[in-house]
């Protein structure tokens, strides 16, 4: 939900973004600056490649601004019902995968030294109805693949939170942050080793030139009758990665370009 003046607008330092208006090389370009793209700005300098990103707004003043700032390890679905569908082992890698996911950022940000109000937390999973079997059977699976968390029974529950219901599960391990501090400390750090930002978004895919073409940001109504360049700008890559956010989810395709399904193989960029 958004509304108003998000609470993450603070005065925070970003990046200069530039114009796309000389030739220039890279080994990755990212669409998009917010948190996704930041982190893999990060993880992808951190490996030593040479990062390119674009966003036509400013970075971070998108999805990542409605943010609730909430990191949980806890997925969407029970681990009970998980496991139907894929078997208790699989299931379960999911779940450690997520919690990992989640302390893993914590240790990032300790060791960047990155200033976003993070805080350690715990969460409540209550039940949904006046009984709290299955609620206690989600608990005892978690236990048996060694995820953490404590049952709390309905007269525990109000006594500790003030909440009346059958039961909860309440587990360590989560957290919160700043997402907007958190988004623009993981693009300076990028910046820092090297990464460059523009102002530009994509607009179409050149199959002919195996190249994303780009609009100056604001252009991109205007791009059909945009005239072309005598010589064309472009980028030379080794990958193609491109982030496509839908309400709030992050589709990722390494190498792999999202809409024509082919290997994009020392693909270039066109600019306006």
């Known amino acids: 939900m958004r509304g108003g003046r998000s609470p993450w607008f603070v005065a925070s330092p970003q990046p200069p973004r530039h114009d796309i208006n000389e030739s220039i090389t890279c080994d990755v370009l990212i669409v998009g600056a917010g ?23 400013i970075p971070g003043r998108g999805s990542t601004a409605a943010s609730t700032s909430m990191l949980l390890w806890e997925i969407d679905r029970p681990l009970t019902t998980l496991s139907e569908y894929y078997g208790l ?25 990155i200033p976003c109000e993070l805080r350690r937390r715990s969460s409540i999973y209550l039940a949904s ?16 693949v060694g995820l ?13 939170f003030g909440l009346s219901r059958a039961g909860a599960i309440v587990s360590p391990g989560a957290a ?9 400390g993981l693009l300076q750090v990028a910046a820092i080793r090297g990464a460059r930002l523009f102002d530009a978004e994509a607009i179409a895919f050149d199959a002919a030139d195996v190249a994303p073409r780009l ?23 080794r990958h193609f990665l491109t982030l496509i956010s839908h309400g709030g989810r992050a589709a990722q395709c390494d190498v792999r370009l999202h809409k024509k399904g082919r290997i994009a193989e020392g693909c270039r960029i066109l600019a306006p």
């Open 89 to 113: 082992e699989r299931a379960a890698r999911g779940f450690r995968a997520s919690y990992q996911a989640v302390h893993g950022l914590q240790a990032l940000v300790a060791m960047l030294g």
């Open 35 to 57: 948190i996704t793209g930041s982190l893999v700005a990060e993880r992808l300098t951190r490996q030593g490649l040479d990062v390119v990103i674009i966003d036509r707004e």
């Open 129 to 144: 109805g006046s009984d709290g079997a299955e609620l206690l059977e989600e608990h005892r699976l978690r236990r048996r």
């Open 176 to 184: 919160d942050a700043d997402p907007l501090q958190l988004s623009r």
């Open 215 to 237: 609009a100056r940001a604001g252009e991109a109504d205007q791009a059909e009758s945009l005239p072309e360049l005598p010589t064309k700008l472009s980028l030379g890559l």
């Open 148 to 160: 953490p968390g404590e049952y709390l029974d309905h007269g525990t529950l109000l006594d500790a």
